[in-house]
């Protein structure tokens, strides 16, 4: 394939299914479900192609039903972190020379086996193992996995195109070669996507990956490796280890040829794992990349001119769907007082209709959160709340944990604008309002920008023109993805490049050409046609 300068097909986002009652496709689903519901699946560890089964079986069960167990996984420990080391390095050279076509072919060829055979698969075992309902499940495990894999694809490509001038007598050229040493993929429980995503794109650029998936999304992590496999990535290329996290990262961190790190996850998980990367510095044969999508604390301004019916939908669907578990969440409201009872009935209203449950009735909207502790952080919330003299929970404050880890959708008003919901990462379906003045509209602006310490999304709600030219202005620094007059949640890959700055991570932009280059390092070639037989310049006469 030397002797061509190929294209590939242009990407499109994948259309997202609707999967209307009664409609063939959620008939699928939900007996693709059903199946897998029942069956005990037998998760191992893939190292050099090889699963791999330890003495330590770990049971599944499902957040809709804490008794249901659906399989094991088999945990690892720190032997299996060095031969996923060895493995990755053993694979390096041959898969550095592969031409790019090659490494092209296998990711489109993942993402037409999503697209199709692994579709109802990949988005049954979300629902199952991360309690996604069927629209969730789609637009993350089936559309985004697949855009992530057709748009990197075509942004490798843009990528390789972006050469350098040549003068008169001589040729330049760059190569994006991967990184020296093997990289490190760490990925959250709540999107399979990103848990996709962030090996494979590295995976894609040339470079030999130890992945370690959160222990709550073993499930469909299985999937995405037996679709990687079968997409004909060679063994050793990704090695996925289910071990301690702590522990892996001690070691992975250590090691002379670690070269990247790219992670998603929580804050302060991150900055231990950066911590880390610091006191080895002086171990390491190369400096590495260090990449890390994190928390959030993601806003919705409100300005007296907003729709009403917009706002109240915005805040709905933008902090309760996925139980407020994406990063992006509504999860703080600054409402004007002129709109506050009005937006409170809408949203009432709204929340009254919601039904919870079991992703495998599709008309849920509202599943499980993810685990015993988020059920206890949220409870833990919620209780401190009804007790508070700052705040008051005025919609939902429910929640049960009788068969599966039920929050329900919860709004609390706050008169204290650094009240802790408001200014800490809950991630569940738990919304806090801060109800100010509308003469104020400035000075909460302010508040906005300054009362948390992250910067992931963000929205506001307006008419006047004005009034959303001075938010975008007051709040340049408060979001990496800012949204007017639509709810902070839903980004799309290759529409709104995705990820934050401050404490919610270093802003690389997930599935775009900028994150790309990260995991690349430029080698510069200049070559000259005639060569100078003379060492002096004309000006020594
Ligand atoms: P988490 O930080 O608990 O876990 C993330 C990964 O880190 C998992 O694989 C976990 O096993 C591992 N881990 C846990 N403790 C570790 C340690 N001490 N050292 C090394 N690794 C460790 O996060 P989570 O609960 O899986 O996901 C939710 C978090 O992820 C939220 O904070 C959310 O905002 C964030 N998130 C951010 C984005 C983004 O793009 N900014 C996207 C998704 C999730």
Redesign the pocket.
Known sequence: MSKAISQVPFAQNEPVNSYVPGSDEVKSLISTYKKMWKEKTEIPMVIGGKDIKTDKKIQLSSPQDHQHDFGFYYEGDMSHVDSAIESALAAKSKWNALGWEHRAAIFLKAADLLAGPYRDVINAATMIGQSKNVHQAEIDAACEFIDFLRFNVEFMTELYAEQPVSDAGIWNRVEYRPLEGFCFA??????TA?SGNLPACMAMMGNVVVW??????VYSAKVIMDVLKEAGLPDGVINMIFT???E???KVLAHPDFAGLH????????Q??WKMIGDNIHNYKSYPRIVG????KDFVMVHPSANIEAVATGLVRGAFEYQG????AASRAYVPKSLWNEVKAVMEAQIKTIKIGSPEDPSNFVNAV?DKN?FEKCKGYIDRAKASNDATVVIGGKYDDKKGWFVHPTVIETINPYYESIVE?I?GPILTVFVYEDENWEDTLKLVDTSTQYS?TGSIFAQDRYAIDEAYKALENTSGNFYINDKPTGAVVGQQP???SRA??TNDK?GSKMNLTRWVSVRSIKETFVSPKDYKYPYLG
């Open positions: 760490v990925t959250p429980f709540n999107f990103i370690k998936p959160s222990d709550k999304q301690d996290g702590k892996t990262a001690e992670f998603t996850g929580s804050t302060k998980v991150f231990g794992m999508e994190t928390g959030g578990q994406k990063c992006s993810i988020s990462e991630f992931l995705f990820g934050g919610s991570g997930a």
